[in-house]
Structure formats: structure tokens, C-alpha cells
Nanobody, 120 residues
Framework: QVQLVESGGGLVQPGGSLRLSCAASGSIFGLNAMGWYRQAPGKQRELVAGITSGGSTNYADSVKGRFTISRDNAKNTVYLQMNSLKPEDTAVYYC??????????????WGQGTQVTVSS
């Protein structure tokens, strides 16, 4: 069984920074693309940033220049460094990963979500 466990959310003032982490565990044969999504109240879930197994990245226009996604393949972990946070970044942030297991092949997995609140 595969699990994605997120950490690092919390309350921060506008202009502040947070670093989210997401660690994958279980019977993992391979870890493909990983990403961070967010969902604000009353809004649809949206892609924030993604990173391929080779390290190529993409970002939502709203976070370009402020957020940085990275990964540590040895630790099966993806990170999201969030700087210059704005109130509109407030949302539940979810980690997602495309994971290969011996039993099930390739599937997409999701973390449980971590709350990020930007407020003074």
C-alpha cells in the first residue's frame, strides 16, 4: 500500500514563507511525476506546481517567481517552497504522485492535504 504524507502547512502573515513536504512510502517500484495542488473554499482544485522524474518543472502563473518545487528521489519526497505568500494563497494544499508498484502498475496517489492560511 502506498501513502503520501504531507507536512509543513500552517498560519503565516502576508509576505512570509512556508515549506511543504510530501513523503511517499510503501511498496514503491518507481516514482514518476509529482505535484502540488490546492483547493480554496468554493473553488475547484488547481495545479500549483509539478515536477517530472527528471526534474523538469511547471508552475501556475499565479505562483511563478514565488514558489519553487523540488524533489529528493532518494527520499521519495517532494517539496514546495512558498515565498512572498499572499492571502489568495490560502487553501488546502494536496500532494499528488504517479507511482509504480509491483501489484498495481502505475497509479496516481493523493495526500490527505495540509492547510495553508495567509493572514495578518
Amino acid at each position: 500500500q502506498v501513502q503520501l504524507v504531507e507536512s509543513g502547512g500552517g498560519l503565516v502573515q502576508p509576505g512570509g514563507s512556508l515549506r511543504l513536504s510530501c513523503a511517499a512510502s510503501g511498496s514503491i517500484f518507481g516514482l514518476n511525476a509529482m505535484g502540488w495542488y490546492r483547493q480554496a473554499p468554493g473553488k475547484q482544485r488547481e495545479l500549483v506546481a509539478g515536477i517530472t522524474s527528471g526534474g523538469s518543472t511547471n508552475y501556475a502563473d499565479s505562483v511563478k517567481g514565488r514558489f519553487t518545487i523540488s524533489r529528493d528521489n532518494a527520499k521519495n519526497t517532494v517539496y514546495l517552497q512558498m515565498n512572498s505568500l499572499k492571502p489568495e494563497d490560502t487553501a488546502v494544499y494536496y500532494c499528488s504522485a504517479s507511482i509504480v508498484t509491483w501489484r498495481s502498475g502505475i497509479n496516481d496517489y493523493w495526500g490527505q492535504g495540509t492547510q495553508v492560511t495567509v493572514s495578518s
